[in-house]
C-alpha cells in the first residue's frame, strides 16, 4: 500500500512564499507521474502542476508564473514552491501518485493553504 503524506500548508498572507512537502512511502521512481492538485471551497479538484519520473514537468496555465514542482529522490518526497500567494490560491492541496499509466491511482489527505490579510 503506497502512502503519501502532505505538509507544509499553513496560513500566509498575500504575497508570501510556501513550500509544500508530499513524503511517499516508497521510492518516488516506481510512479510513472507524481502532481499536486488542489480543491478550493465550493470548486472541484483542479491540476496545478505533475511531474514525470522522467522529470518532465507540466502545468496548469494559471500555474506557470509562481509554482513549482520538484522532487527529492534521496528523500523519496515531492515539492510544491508557490511565490507570490494571492487569495485564490486558499485550497487543500493533494499529492496525487500514478503508477501502471494510471492503473494506481494514490491521493494524500491533503493540506490545507489559506491566504490572508
Known amino acids: 500500500q503506497v502512502q503519501l503524506v502532505e505538509s507544509g500548508g499553513g496560513l500566509v498572507q498575500p504575497g508570501g512564499s510556501l513550500r509544500l512537502s508530499c513524503a511517499a512511502s516508497r521510492s518516488i521512481y516506481s510512479f510513472n507521474v507524481m502532481g499536486w492538485y488542489r480543491q478550493a471551497p465550493g470548486k472541484q479538484r483542479e491540476l496545478v502542476a505533475t511531474i514525470t519520473s522522467d522529470g518532465g514537468t507540466n502545468y496548469a496555465h494559471s500555474a506557470k508564473a509562481r509554482f513549482t514542482i520538484s522532487r527529492d529522490s534521496t528523500q523519496n518526497t515531492l515539492y510544491l514552491q508557490i511565490d507570490s500567494l494571492k487569495f485564490e490560491d486558499t485550497a487543500v492541496y493533494y499529492c496525487?501518485?500514478?503508477?501502471?499509466?494510471?492503473?494506481?491511482?494514490?491521493w494524500g489527505q491533503g493540506t490545507q493553504v489559506t491566504v490572508s490579510s
Open positions: 496525487n501518485a500514478k503508477m501502471f499509466a494510471g492503473t494506481y491511482d494514490y
